[in-house]
């Protein structure tokens, strides 16, 4: 188009640790893995025992770059050694070996964390890339999907055999990764989130056995993975709701405003979402604050993408009070739903989800939009670009919206995602080139940390969280999994009973 298509590559970048202290008497983990494992050992050790289509290879194989791609490469785990299952089954036996030798695990599917806690992580590598199978029950109620599946070419899938379910708005990233931590996404509004439609669970446990977790068998546990997971075990498969897919189209609708319009933008967001009415098929947006010096020398401008679940005569009346903002430009469409993704720039093929860089990263839940805030970390980010542009440059201030109806309407209680009543999730995204100076890094959180600050401040009455599927492992337990004391300290005590030795440590550990 017109701006849209010179804005991807600014866009492109768009994605989306003080942890509480250690109950004295939890067992810790000490650091055993020895440098020197080898591919050839494991291979040598396991290989006879796994899957014929298992791969095991270490960093001077081809395969080793691609394997261990990071989106965001703030903080890289050493990986060893890649041991790419071929089936289900082989995550079992690679957490029984690796336990049996003292050596850490990790397990892998796109590498979109941005934790800080991934860099503690010194050992071998379960990537579950070949387990991507999708299998529909005969009464077309669930869907077996694998731990290695992505959201792009489940949504491709399902929707071509009449189906939907739900799944994160990038196409790139894992199914069973969002999930776990909780998984926000286009349909949540209409069915809840991605943990909300998780009916049971095939998980390795830390011991390395493989267990089905559902309400009646591990009961407890299905309510920990469901919010809390990456402390709890791999997931190897799940067993997801399926919906009928719906009207045949979506519609997408894209603005781009200079930075004057802010009052009214936000105005209008904030109507739009009212007090958690917002109209169920308004699915999702996404704002933006962006440079694009093309366009606006001096500030940044305001980027706004609206999903519309139907078609455009449906969606008009919606759209009503942001036309009436005079816009820069606006792009709008009518797609499938698997399309939808690629319409906000997050499509598999997109730059935004095949790019890697080190991404400096806050994040903050939201109930509505403090337009007050709004305008100083605009003002702030002004004042980057006079003063520090090549930070300004590749710096993304991210506005998330979702219909929030059947997020909201579930009991909290019910699972250990704690944040039901955010309707928004915002994140700052500093992206740097990979020799970047340390000024230029502590400068960039410098900023992150103000606009954070600035929009925890605009909410004075309720405590700061953070999704911790965008977390950058600098913050508390509890702004990860909730502030209601008893959230905590029934995940730790869940944690003592199915990793006591604290195996799954390295995501946002909640011990």
Known sequence: MKVWTGLATSVALFHSVAAGPLASSYPQP?????????????????????????????????????????????????????????????????????????IDFLAYNTGHGSTATLAKFNGVQISLSKLDRVTIEPDGKSAWLQGGTRAGPVNTYLWDKGYVTTTGACDCVGLAGAGLGGGHGRLEGIYGMISDNMRQLNVVLADGAAVRVNATSHGDLYWALRGAGHNFGIITSIEMNLYPRGPSTWHYKNYL???????????????LHGAGTTPINMTNNNGIFLYVPSIDIKEPVISWQFAFRGSAADAAQYFTPF????????????????????????????ISCSGSAERLITTTGLRLFNITAEQQIFDSFTKRIAEQPSLATSTFIIHEGYSTQAVEDKNPANSAYPFRADRHVTQFQGNLASNASKQDQDQMWKWAREVQDLW????????????????????????????????????????????????????????
């Open 323 to 350: 036309d009436a903002i005079a816009t820069v430009s606006t792009d709008s469409g009518d797609v499938p739903y698997p399309g939808i993704a690629h319409s906000q720039n997050v499509g598999l093929d997109d």
């Open 30 to 102: 000490r650091d055993r893995t020895s440098p020197d494992i080898s591919s050839a050992t494991i291979q040598r050790d396991l290989g006879g025992f796994l899957s014929a289509s298992t791969t095991i290879f270490g960093p001077s194989d081809p395969a080793y770059n691609n394997a261990t791609h990071r989106w965001d490469t703030f903080a890289v785990p050493k990986v060893h050694v890649v041991v790419e299952v071929g089936a289900e089954s082989d995550v079992s036996r690679v957490v029984k070996y690796c336990n049996k030798n003292g």
């Open 257 to 271: 405003w200079k930075g004057d319009k802010l009052n009214d933008v936000f105005t209008a967001v904030n109507v």
């Open 456 to 511: 925890n401040a605009g909410q004075p009455t309720r405590r700061p969280d953070s999704y911790v599927n965008y977390a950058n492992g600098f913050e508390t337990v509890q702004d990860w999994y909730g502030h209601e004391p008893w959230r905590v300290a029934k995940l730790r005590g869940l944690k003592a009973k199915y990793d006591p030795s604290n195996r799954f440590r390295f995501y946002n550990p909640v011990i």
